[in-house]
Each structure stands twice: as structure tokens, then as C-alpha cells.
């Protein structure tokens, strides 16, 4: 099923496909051409287009444009960054491409991992292939939900000349004000995404989400979540390519309509506040326990304005603020504490 | 000579003293007037009046009152945060005494010295004690500067009965425009009460203190430094109780005539912008990097609020900021990205 339902997306020449990015890709597009049936350029050019149909769908509501920065990173690869600033209806919306490669330590390559495996490298040395889309969009209005999603796929080299890959991603909704309808929407959408690859994958990857997203010293989840996984080389690399192809599809559907739904919705002065809060807490988790950024700010040569890209415009910390019992910001609070089941 | 600056601080019946402090100390009156010769007890008075003196001073320039918040810690002690939120000067100012105490396992006990010495408890556990007072002012005129200090004391008993103990702390300047006139006034106060206590102490102090507040992933330090120091155990206790002691005298003739004098400056809303962009800087440092921040956040039972309290009001992050060539933001940058000697 799913592979008809994708195969539209891989026809037509490499060339073609490229015409309708954000730029050009990381890669040389002859080089591209030239190892178009691996599973590195069918990737790359999948995170490449996730990139510009996202994009160009934003750009459609908001009405601005996408400044569109690509840039090399001196020890292999590079990635394209397109962050819209100050629009209309997005505050910050950024939108990033990654392509690296190089050679790992083995204790890096153990980190990159959620579950460590000992590989075994070439005199220590593990040469990798890395690369994803990742994405958080911040809107001005309250009503309208953060929205944050990342897929990507690895590929590493051990001593025998084997290659170890696996995918990883997800999307994740952060609103502002509990909407049961919206919440209904963006978790149904992901599930019906899943369903079509495995029973078993919406269940276990909400889950994973509510772990992941989790700000620990708070006792609070950073949204109302979504799905979340790792380390996914199972059933075979076409499978779940297919899967991770039929969850970048999903993108544009789980958001798109809750922001138009919302696009004129009145706010108030107390409202943007508790937003502001809130924004507070997206970055105490992206500073605190996102692996991503945590990984990317420690790495040698990786763009920061890229992996910082995530924060919000701005945010906000009062002392000790707790919202009035019963008052809408309490629920939502209830809600980060005790997450739901929204299908 | 320093022994004489000092003893009017100690005299007086401990009673007394206590009632010019925000709130009673953190352990019990009767209980500090029966073991008022222990280093402890000196400390946690020391503390104590540098919260009042501080706090005092700040809303006599304000007009505002700290909230002060007494709060106990279930595994042992606890503290008093005091924090002015939304002022007419300051848009966040908290100053926070902890005294907290329990047990330590041998590796939380290694990892809260900056050196690590490999301590033996009984059973593996570590009987300690810990306190300080701490403290970040947050100004609403982007030409008042943020200031942070941190004086603090441990106590750790090993197997043996013997009692490990060491002082740490320092006073540091984050302006938002370079100041030569003010960098020096803060640097010379700092310089002039290190110099009282050893010929080494500013010159090594202020080092260690660009050396800790530098964000690595922006290749910046977060202000302008001052002093800072850890594991201060020599030359005997009494001796390392008066230097910190000096170095609490100086917290309110460093940066209040600061204050007074930028009162009535007037500023631009770019002035305000690049104000939020460094306050969102001193937001990275604070999560990503601070040991003090990680620390309290890893720690079971530990007041988030307290250790928080030290982020801004609000802060911002623009994609790609850079100042424009010769703009005074831009010579706030190329101090923080190459520190300077002030004195």
C-alpha cells in the first residue's frame, strides 16, 4: 500500500525534482544522478523536498518569504537553512536541511545512537553519513501551536566494510491553550500515517514522544506531543524508508489546517503572556535536554545558528508563576503534567 | 588589616543581627547562638546580611520591595530567595541564600569540586553541608549593566571524622555597551579587596572568572568578567573566611554607583533590541553551561524556582544577528569575543 501511495514522489528525473527546492541540494546533482538508486540520495532528496513543500506552504499563509541560507561545513557536507523572521502570522519559522559526513570515534558513534552499540571501527575511526530535515515553526497568535518536526537517517561504516543505518524523527505539536479538536487532528493524522506502515508504531512512538519531550526539572512534557523514534532499522531499509517517507508527507496535513483554522482568532495582552511563558519552557528544554542540540553545540564545525534556529523570537520567565485554578492556563498546564490520549 | 576591616560585622549578639535580615536565617536562631564559633554559623550570618544589605540598597534605587520567600528543603535546610520582579529600574532582580545539608554519594561529592579529589565516606556516604548567597540583577536600561556574585562554602566529612571544607564565589558585570569607565570602577573595587588578601588573587581570579563565564559554542564570554574562584582552602580557614568576606563588602560599592549613574540615560528601542539579544545569550550560558544551574537542576528536592530566577525577564533570539561594522554592538562583541584587562 504504501509504496504506491509514495512512488509518484521518487519518478522523474533527479534534475527535475531539484528545480522545486528551496536551492540546490547539498550534494553535487551529478553526483546525485550518479548513485540515484542509494538510499543516501533517495534521502537526501526526500529531506530536500519535505523542505520546499513545507515551506512554500508557509510562505502561502504568512504571505513573506523564506531567506534561504546554504552553506558547507568545512569537514564534509553542509545543509540549507531557510528561516522566515518577523512575518505576518510566524513569529520565527525555520526550516533546515542537514547533509554530513566524515569519520566518527567510536564513542561518538555509541552517542549517536539512542541504544548503544559497540561498533567496531578502522583504527578507531568510523566513517558516517548523517543527514534530516528538522523544523519548528513559532506563530505570533496564541492560538496558533508551536510545531516541530525532524527526520533523519544515518549511516555508518564498520571495520568489515558493513554498513550500519538506521531513521529517526518525528513531530511534535506545542500549543498554547488546550484545543481538543486541534489535538484530535494532529495526533489522527500521525496514526493514520502509521497505521499504513505498523499497529503497533503509533502507540509505541506517542509514547516515545511524551518520554522524550519531557522537562524533567519542571514535571512537565514541552507539548501535547505527537510521535517520536529512533534506531528504526526494521522491517528492511525500503520499509522503513517508506515509512519515514509517509511521516514527511503528513507534515503539511497535521499543521496547515490548524493554523488557518486559528488565523484570525483575537488575543489578548494575558494570553501572548502565557505564550511568552510558554516559549520559556521551549527553550529551557531545547537548551537542557534536546540530544540534537546538545549533540550539535558540542560538535567541532557544526553551524549554530542553524541548530539555535529552534529557539523562539522571544521568551519569558516570571518568578514563581502559576496559573489561576480553573483558568484555561491551568488546564494546559494539566495537560503538560499528565499527558492524554488525544485518539 | 583585614581581620580589623571586618570585626564590627561579627560583633553583636547573634540576635540581634539577625533582625536587620530579610526573614529569620534558614537554621534555627537558638541553634545558631549555640554553635556561634563554627565556620557554619559565621557563614550563614555572612550570607544572610549580604542578602539584606544587597537587597536594601537595591530598593532604595528602585522604590520597589523584594518578595522574599522562606522555603524549606525536605532532605535537609533550605534557604531565602528574595526576588523584585518588574521594578522601575530592575526588571528582575533575585537574590537567593541556600543552606542545605545531608549526605553525598563519593561521586556528587567528587563532582562538586572543580578539581576532582576522591573523597571516602562511610558506607560510601558523605556527610556535607553547603551554603551561599547568589545573586543576579537584571536592569530594565540596556545602559545599567546585569550583575551576578555567588559566595559560597562547603563542608564534607569523610570516613574518618575529618572535615573537608572550601570557599567559592566571585562577582561578575554583563553590560550591553561597553563602558570603559564602568568596567574599570567594577574591576578596581574588586581588584582593591583582592589585593588586601593576596598580590595573586585578582590577577588568577578575574582569569578563572573569563575562563568559567565563556559560552563556547558563540566564542564569547557572557559580560566583562570581575573575579571568580573555586576550592579556596588556603592559607588556613580563617584567612579564606575574611577574603570572601571582603568580597561581600565590595557587591554593593561595585555596582550601585553603576546604577545611579545610568539611572535617567535614555535609550532607543535598538538599544532595548540588542539589550534582549544579550539577555538571550545570558540565557545559553545559564542552561547550557553553568555548574551552579546543572547542578541544582540534576539535584532530587532542589527549588527550581531559586535556580531559575536567575534568567531574565524576557529575552530574544534573532536568526544570523550581527551588528553592523563599527557600531557600538559591535564593540561590545569584539570585547566579548577578546577579553580585556580593565585595571
Chains 1, 2 share one sequence.
Not at 561545513?73 to 542537514?98: L, P, T, W, Y
Not at 527526520?151 to 564498520?158: A, L
Not at 524533567?216 to 526494521?234: A, W
Request: charged content about 30%.
Amino acid at each position: 500500500v504504501s509504496l504506491d501511495a509514495v512512488k509518484p514522489q521518487e519518478e522523474g528525473d533527479i534534475l527535475e525534482r531539484c528545480r522545486g527546492f528551496m536551492s540546490d541540494p547539498v550534494s553535487d546533482i551529478k553526483e546525485l544522478q550518479g548513485r540515484k538508486d542509494e538510499m543516501r540520495t533517495r534521502m537526501e532528496m526526500l529531506i530536500m523536498q519535505t523542505q520546499a513543500e513545507f515551506c512554500k506552504a508557509l510562505e502561502e499563509v504568512d504571505g513573506g518569504t523564506f531567506k534561504v541560507d546554504r552553506w558547507a561545513r568545512k569537514e564534509g557536507g553542509g545543509g540549507v537553512s531557510c528561516v522566515m523572521q518577523d512575518g505576518k502570522v510566524f513569529e520565527k519559522a525555520g526550516v533546515n536541511v542537514s547533509v554530513v559526513f566524515g569519520n566518527l570515534t567510536e564513542e561518538a558513534a555509541k552517542q549517536m545512537r539512542s541504544r548503544g552499540k559497540v561498533l567496531k571501527g578502522k583504527d578507531g575511526k568510523l566513517p558516517f553519513c548523517a543527514m534530516g530535515v528538522s523544523s519548528v515553526i513559532h506563530p505570533k497568535n496564541p492560538h496558533i501551536p508551536t510545531v516541530h518536526f525532524n527526520y533523519r537517517y544515518f549511516e555508518i561504516e564498520e571495520e568489515d566494510g558493513s554498513k550500519l543505518w538506521w531513521f529517526g524523527g518525528g513531530t511534535d505539536l506545542t500549543p498554547v491553550y488546550v484545543n481538543e479538536e486541534d489535538a484530535f487532528h494532529f495526533h489522527n493524522t500521525l496514526k493514520e500515517a502509521c497505521d499504513k506502515h505498523h499497529s503497533q508504531y503509533y502507540k509505541d512512538f506517542k509514547k516515545w514522544c511524551d518520554k522524550y519531550f519531557y522537562i524533567r526539572h519542571r514535571g512537565e512534557t514541552r507539548g501535547i506531543g505527537g510521535i517520536f523514534f529512533d534506531d528504526l532499522d526494521s522491517p528492511n531499509q525500503e520499509e522503513a524508508f517508506n515509512f519515514v517517507k509517509s511521516c514527511t508527507r503528513t507534515v503539511v496535513p497535521c499543521y496547515l489546517p490548524i493554523v488557518y483554522k486559528h488565523l484570525n482568532d483575537s488575543f489578548t495582552d494575558e494570553e501572548k503572556n502565557w505564550q511568552q511563558i510558554r516559549r520559556g519552557r521551549y527553550v529551557e528544554f531545547n537548551l537542557v535536554y534536546d540530544r540534537g542540540v546538545k549533540f550539535g553545540l558540542a560538535t567541532p564545525g557544526s553551524r549554530i545558528e542553524s541548530i539555535l534556529m529552534s529557539l523562539p523570537l522571544t521568551g519569558r520567565w516570571e518568578y514563581m508563576h502559576e496559573p489561576t485554578k480553573g483558568s484555561r492556563e491551568a488546564e494546559m498546564l494539566k495537560v503538560l503534567r499528565d499527558p492524554k490520549e488525544w485518539v
